[in-house]
């Protein structure tokens, strides 16, 4: 899927446990994140890596489908009780 049929939008529709990709801002301009990006029930996490996010994102996107990894992390709510 091209990034032209991927459109952006509004981060305030952004949906929850859904791999997307973000766009954010800082004082050099818009930029994406390289990496794929769930919003958990406490902010913004790293999909691949599981980690928190200081971020304020601006948007968001669907994650492209071709750039899965070979193995796939779970998501928050996938995984079992008191796992990290």
């Known amino acids: 899927m091209t990034d032209q049929r991927r459109p952006w939008h509004p ?3 952004a949906p ?3 791999r997307v990709e973000l766009r954010t801002c800082d004082a050099f301009g818009p930029y994406r994140l390289g990496f794929p990006c769930v ?3 406490d902010g913004w996490i ?10 304020l994102p ?3 996107r669907q994650w492209p489908e ?8 779970p998501l928050l709510h ?3 009780p008191g796992a990290s």
Do not use: F, G, Y
Request: charged share 35%; net charge positive.
């Open 16 to 18: 929850r446990n859904a």
């Open 46 to 55: 790293n999909a691949e890596r599981q980690i928190k996010l200081d971020i």
């Open 11 to 13: 981060i305030s529709t």
């Open 78 to 80: 996938e995984m079992e």
């Open 66 to 73: 071709s750039a899965r990894r070979r193995h796939k992390t």
């Open 39 to 41: 919003l958990a029930e």
């Open 58 to 60: 601006t948007q968001w």
